[in-house]
């Protein structure tokens, strides 16, 4: 991928959080439970912004048609979530995953179940519905994160996207095979502010593999 496109990927996705932020702090004002920019539990936040950009680097299983050279998989995750009565919260967000010059974008719920100390456990199946590459879509992924005071998480993500590819039988002679590939990842992702500074970071690696 090109670093002007991480550029313009990061700085929108950096924009439309601080508009929702910015949002949800003015309406809720002089209220006990209100919105937040950082994720906290119930009684500190009814509803929180989920802002996170991640690099996932090793490919720790894999199983297909193998789609690039690059392990490295960076990730951008924007969405809301509303804490419930009890230790959880339930949401949805916008995703983004890019690895040797392919992306793909999709949505889906997410689960939230507060551990407690600061600590908390997200779980995400995503409907990937378009991209770049040789791809066919939809493709599905999960992830799940264990976060810390919503600042860092160490993630795992699982994707499984159809491909398509042509066999060569003869002259203007071929057959069209569709494979599915299966990859498992582990990575850490910033959160909220800090994910501002992840944003910057994937930028500089974007330039250095690029050159």
Known sequence: MKPSNYLRMSLCFAML??????YGQNNTEGNSCGFCFRGKPKGKCCSFLI???????????????????????????LGL????????????????????????FGFGPRYRKWLGKGVALDLSPLLLIAGTGNGSYPGFAFSAALAVHEWFSIDAYLDIL???????????????????????????????WVALITSTIIIMVAVDLSN
């Not at 959080?17 to 910015?22: D, I, N």
């Not at 802002?51 to 995750?77: C, H, P, Q, W």
């Not at 509303?82 to 992306?103: D, E, P, Q, R, T």
């Open 162 to 192: 159809p491909y398509e590819r042509q066999n060569y039988l003869g002259p203007s002679n071929f057959e069209t095979v569709r494979e599915t590939q299966t990859t498992l990842y582990l990575g850490a992702s910033g959160r909220g």
């Open 81 to 104: 979530m509303f804490n419930n009565k009890g230790s959880s919260a339930l949401g949805g967000s916008f995703h983004m995953s890019a690895y040797s010059g392919v992306k793909n």
């Open 17 to 22: 959080a601080f508009a929702v932020s910015a």
């Open 51 to 77: 802002f996170e950009t991640g690099f996932l680097y090793k490919r720790i299983a894999e199983s297909g048609i193998r789609r690039g050279t690059d392990d490295l998989l960076f990730t951008v995750n």
